[in-house]
């Protein structure tokens, strides 16, 4: 990080605003790094919360369960695709993948195959900071090239070429089928489904996501879907899989699961996964969080998806989508400008060049807006209860800021 590069001392947070200790309000276009979809000091969030806090704000998960983990767990066994039956709560994105990852290992060692240890994942690919979460990110953008050489070798495959809309081409799946065919050690594929997000906010066609589920299937490698970003209906659907409505074997939620309040991930796999880790040793599958279904996240978690289902998300996504498509389409006439692509809840203006970090973010707090751009992406996520008006003003401040940047 820039070492000039200004922190903002954040006072309070209410709805889709930001208030600085300077008295200044930033309306939010990042959601907080994509996860307080209901805004911020939400009535209902608070209320369960401070009722959750007087009952018990922790209790340990091994030999006792409670009930914010039992609704939750009901809740996400209901909403994702049909197989996945099994939840295991953990504390972060990362640590899901994690978790995900040694569901895969241990799964292929019940089944007397403890050589499948691999890993397939796409180029662009971001999963998380942890070891085993960068050694499946992009060598390039997933921190690699400092910690390379402490990370597991695994696969990378081409990033999908083929855009959101499209279908798939032969030549996108090419690659995956000769990994998949070439290598013996393969335990899992990790991708995820129709959003690279971090890698660089790439849509891409959800043919592909359905070749490669046929792929895994007919290769007999497991299918991991890291719906972290995707997950609870930032693109359009409740879940990025249900646009190609396959059925992953693993499933990772993070990020928007407790709408932004409070750190919680969760990782869910089917039954056969979940049965064949039971059967083989030592029984039990290996990981024990200390934090492990803390009950004030599964309280946010419970109540964020309650209020989401409650409210008439499809609309409303699909009108934020309307508004990010009309407010940044000026920017499309910007030299400047690669391109302006837009997908549910998420407006991005992919530059031809890096923007100037430092000056940028001035500008846009200068603008009244919380835009956090990175490498040659700006781009908007903002919550879902951000009405017409405001995603206006908070689009023309985007444009404004990078018609400034790029014509000055
Ligand atoms: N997977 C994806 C797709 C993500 O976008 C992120 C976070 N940006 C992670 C995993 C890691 O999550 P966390 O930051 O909560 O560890």
Redesign the pocket.
């Known amino acids: 990080m820039n070492s000039d590069a200004p922190i903002y001392h954040v006072e309070s947070a209410h709805g889709v605003h930001i208030k600085l200790q300077d008295g200044r309000e930033l309306i939010d276009g990042m959601s907080s790094?994509w996860c307080a979809i209901h805004g911020y000091n939400h009535p209902e969030m608070n209320a369960a919360l401070t009722q959750q806090l007087d009952r018990m704000s922790h209790i340990m998960f091994g030999g006792l369960t409670h009930s914010p983990a039992i609704e939750l767990t009901e809740l996400l066994v209901e909403l994702t695709p049909s197989l996945l039956q099994k939840v295991f709560f953990s504390d972060?994105?990362?640590?899901a993948?994690e978790v995900a990852m040694k569901v895969a290992i241990q799964y292929w060692q019940a089944k007397g195959q403890a050589e499948r240890q691999n890993f397939v994942s796409l180029r662009r690919g971001?999963?998380?900071?942890t070891i085993g979460?960068m050694s499946v990110s992009d060598p390039e953008t997933g921190m690699h090239t400092i910690f390379g050489d402490a990370l597991q070798k695994n696969h990378f495959v081409e990033q999908p070429g083929c855009r959101f809309g499209g279908s798939s081409n032969a030549e996108d799946l090419l690659g995956l089928e000769n990994t998949f065919r070439n290598n013996q050690n393969i335990a899992a594929l990790i991708l995820?489904p129709i959003v690279q997000?971090?890698g660089g906010m790439w849509f891409y066609s959800a043919e592909y996501l359905q070749q490669a589920r046929i792929l895994c299937d007919k290769f007999d490698v497991l299918l991991i879907a890291?719906e972290?970003?995707t997950g609870f209906a930032r693109t359009g659907k409740l879940f990025a899989c249900n646009h190609a409505d396959i059925s992953p074997d693993i499933m990772?939620l993070?990020?928007t699961l407790t709408g932004g309040y409070l750190t919680l991930?969760a990782t869910l796999t089917t039954n056969e996964v979940a049965d064949t880790i039971d059967s083989g040793e030592p029984g039990v599958f290996m990981h024990g969080p200390t934090f492990m279904a803390n009950p004030m996240a599964c309280t946010a978690a419970a109540t964020s998806i309650k209020l989401l289902l409650e409210s008439p998300w499809k609309e409303n996504i699909r009108r934020i989508e309307n508004e990010l498509r009309h407010g940044l389409e000026p920017c499309q006439e910007f030299e400047s400008v690669k391109e302006v692509r837009v997908l549910g809840a998420i407006g991005v203006i992919e530059l031809t060049q890096e923007v100037a970090m430092t000056s940028i973010t001035k500008d846009f707090v200068g603008s009244g807006v919380w835009v956090r751009p990175f490498g040659r992406l700006v781009y908007l996520m903002p919550p879902y209860i951000m009405d017409n008006d405001t995603l206006k003003t908070l689009t023309t401040a985007v444009v404004s800021v990078i018609e400034r940047h790029f014509f000055d």
Not at 92 to 95: A, E, I, K, L, N
């Open positions: 790094w972060s994105g990362s640590v993948v971001y999963h998380g900071d979460a995820e997000a971090t890291d972290i970003a990772c993070g990020k991930a």
